[in-house]
Nanobody, 124 residues
Framework: QVQLVESGGGTVQAGGSLRLSCAAS????????MGWFRQAPGKAREFVAA????????WYADSVKGRFTISRDNAKNTVYLQMNSPKPEDTAVYYC?????????????????WGQGTQVTVSS
């Protein structure tokens, strides 16, 4: 089992910045690909970003590429999502998730463990 706890959500003005954190406990954190997803009201959960075990491989949704940065610190068992220049359409509940391999890192089905989510609201 892997337990994931997100933090850092809140309200931010468009064009500002916000950093989300996700602390992991349980099984070896470095064995998992880590991802961020988000879900807006009335919409399906969608992929935002993912980072491979050692942190060198990263993937991003086109909608956040160039604005968001995912990173991880395996010594602290934590994955981060730096959100720069957020837009109102980035408003959603953000979830971190753990995936044991690289198959389908952009799909919710690939992830075995999920956090409870943290709300991000971007005001215009």
């Amino acid at each position: 089992q892997v337990q994931l706890v997100e933090s850092g959500g809140g309200t931010v003005q468009a064009g500002g910045s916000l950093r989300l954190s996700c602390a992991a406990s349980g099984r070896t954190f470095s064995n998992y690909v880590m991802g961020w997803f988000r879900q807006a009201p009335g919409k399906a959960r969608e992929f935002v970003a993912a980072v491979a075990w050692g942190g060198r491989g990263t993937w991003y949704a086109d909608s956040v590429k160039g604005r968001f940065t995912i990173s991880r610190d395996n010594a602290k068992n934590t994955v981060y999502l730096q959100m720069n220049s957020p837009k109102p359409e980035d408003t959603a509940v953000y979830y971190c998730a753990a995936d044991p391999d690289l198959v389908g890192v952009t799909s919710t089905d690939a992830y075995d463990y999920w956090g409870q989510g943290t709300q991000v609201t971007v005001s215009s």
